[in-house]
């Protein structure tokens, strides 16, 4: 199994990276908030989880053994593939799920795009009491979605090698429907971003 990988990066897309080793590009699959904090061509070190499928070998990447822990510990709930994985990960901090699971938050998880209510009241039963404890002091759950969507979509746009005065007009065009939700998907509107950026060019 595949503990983790380190390199230089060579790559960055809206959701996935790539890092050389050995000469090899390692492509791994990777929330918005990990994305933000690799840069081309500098070194990175990812935390890795292998999921193995029938017709693919995929790599998920990220940023420390806490994310990854916790991803592979929500696909041991009913339904609960490494897609569905990463796109809690994506809204939520491990700190913030915990969080969401110890007060029985039903909306923190249904801002998770692919969960609803009926999902979420099966994951806060299955996984209640797996997760442990908060262990900092982050925000309550979706509040850095919430409050930080505009740092962590210029630093991703930036990372992926657009110019800080390009990164800005993307994160102003995204901004209302951003603000149209409590709870904006950062993933989302980086794909969003993406496309005016394109169109732009």
């Known amino acids: 199994m595949i503990a983790f990988v380190s390199g230089p990066v060579a790559a960055l897309a809206p959701d996935a990276a790539v890092v050389e080793v050995g000469g090899i590009g390692m492509a791994l699959q990777c929330t918005p908030n990990t994305l933000a904090e690799l840069r ?11 999921v193995v499928r029938e ?3 995929t790599l998920y990447g990220f940023a420390d053994d806490d994310e990854k822990q916790v991803f592979e510990l929500l696909q041991t709930a ?10 809690v990960l ?9 969080r969401a699971f110890a007060s029985g ?3 923190a998880l249904t801002a998770v795009p692919g969960i609803g209510k009926k999902g979420a009241q099966k994951l806060l039963i299955e996984l209640k009491d797996r997760l442990g404890a908060p262990t900092g002091t982050a925000p309550a759950a979706g509040a850095p979605a919430a409050s930080g969507w505009r740092d962590q979509l210029h630093a991703a746009l930036v990372g992926l090698g ?4 390009e990164a800005d007009e993307a994160v102003s065009a995204v901004a209302p429907q951003a603000e149209a939700s409590d709870k904006p998907n950062v993933g989302a509107l980086l794909k969003a971003a993406l496309q005016t950026l ?4």
Request: aromatic letters at 2%.
């Open 55 to 57: 017709d693919s070998l």
């Open 40 to 50: 081309i061509g500098q070194h990175a070190k990812l935390a890795t989880s292998l």
């Open 162 to 165: 657009y110019a800080p005065r």
């Open 198 to 201: 394109n169109r732009a060019r």
């Open 78 to 87: 009913n339904g609960v593939g490494p897609r569905l994985a990463q796109a």
């Open 105 to 107: 938050d039903e909306k």
């Open 90 to 98: 994506s809204v939520h901090t491990p700190d913030a799920l915990r």
